[in-house]
């Protein structure tokens, strides 16, 4: 059977939680500032380690270890990629999965389809959670179902994912022929629904020209900084740099792409941080894990779960260069639900001035959701 990242996520959120040494909330950063703090996921998952088999409710503790994340809102992958057949019918069937999860936790989780929804979330000591795509490949040539999808709550799409598809080339495509003229349509229709076009994933002319055919600003909601580690799913300076002038956001991942032995360390974290200030500037940064919230365990289970997660991912094309059946997608020492709180820390250590933490931690999305949505 064919392991999807979703439930290769679900099978590690399963195994027993281990004591972290840093699991303490962080003194650093002033605590009134991180708890009004709107703090978002800008590409994130959903998954409660300590749910029961069967159970629609989400489990007590899970609840309450993302209450202590301080996170307001998730961005959640809704859609497979690559350019099978059934994308599109998995894709409406993790919908409503989702949707469920919101239907049987309405004490806990919202759908946000505008920027009022995830202010309402966090004032009600809720999680909102908004959809996203990660490829194009199940639009194709027929835009209109891009309209169909953001009536079922979609509001990020993302172009590419790695490999060619009908709109343009993904990061490890090695023609880097860049986005065709359906892909400027495919642009054109998403931004005509009000919906903020992702170009996570996407070759380097893909993501320059698709730069530079948006009329509103797009995001590049997880990746890394590609000067600091030359590694195709990481972004170069100039392209960071038109997505900040156009009013986009750029949003650093917690991901092994961060450096080149794929064992990314807090300090190789911190150091893609500054680096996108220095070159985007504070009000076009953001984070994107592109994990989960509660912490990895690594066991036997952990270890054969990521063999067989790399394998469907190489039969299928799609792995990236720095991926690797004994590579955990974690930077390890922020593998704790307290990973924000700890990162706004950090930063502050490193000089940050609250007012840019905030931005970082939520605000700037909120800027670009606002801009793109509306209020």
């Not at 209450?67 to 057949?85: D, F, L, M, Y």
Request: charged share 25%; hydrophobic share 40%; with cysteine.
């Amino acid at each position: 059977m064919q392991l999807s990242r979703r439930e290769l996520i679900g099978a590690l959120a399963a195994l027993p939680a281990v004591s972290s040494a840093r699991a303490a909330a962080p003194s650093g950063y002033p605590a009134r500032d991180y708890d009004r703090a709107i703090v978002i996921d800008g590409l994130g998952g959903l998954v409660d380690p300590y749910g029961k088999e069967g159970d629609p409710r989400f489990s007590a503790r899970g609840w309450a270890e993302l209450r202590q994340s301080g996170v307001s809102a998730i961005h959640c992958t809704v859609n497979e990629v690559g350019n099978e057949p059934d994308v599109a019918d998995k894709t409406l069937r993790n919908l409503a999965a989702l949707e469920e999860v919101i239907a049987d936790n309405p004490d806990m989780f919202v759908r946000a389809t505008r920027v009022a929804d995830i202010r309402a979330a966090k004032a009600a000591g809720k999680v909102a959670l908004y959809y996203g795509f990660q490829d194009t490949s199940l639009i194709g040539a027929d835009l209109s179902r891009i309209e169909l999808y953001h009536g079922l709550g979609v509001r990020i799409i993302q172009l590419t994912y790695n490999k060619r598809n009908l709109s343009g080339d993904g990061a490890i495509e090695p023609a880097n022929a860049g986005i065709s003229d359906l892909g400027r349509r495919t642009i054109e229709a998403i931004e005509a629904q009000k919906i903020l076009l992702d170009l996570s994933h996407g070759g380097q002319r893909t993501v320059a020209e698709a730069i530079a055919h948006a009329k509103r600003p797009p995001i590049i909601s997880h990746s890394g900084c590609r000067a600091l580690n030359d590694n195709p799913r990481n972004i170069w300076d100039a392209e960071m740099k038109a997505l900040a002038n156009k009013g986009g956001v750029f949003g650093i991942y917690y991901m092994p792409f961060l450096v080149a032995n794929s064992k990314p360390t807090r300090e190789d974290l911190l150091r893609h941080f500054d680096h996108a200030l220095q070159i985007c500037g504070e009000d076009h940064i953001a984070i994107g894990t592109d994990g989960m919230i509660s912490r990895t365990v690594i066991d036997d289970s952990a270890r054969a779960a990521q063999r067989k997660f790399h394998e469907e991912r190489t039969k299928k094309g799609i792995a990236a260069p720095g991926e690797g059946p004994d590579i955990f997608n974690i930077v390890a020492d922020y593998d704790t639900h307290l990973r924000f709180r700890m990162l706004a820390d950090d930063l502050s250590a490193r000089g940050w001035p609250a007012a840019r933490i905030e931005k970082l931690l939520g605000g700037n999305l909120v800027r670009l959701y606002t801009e793109v949505w509306g209020g």
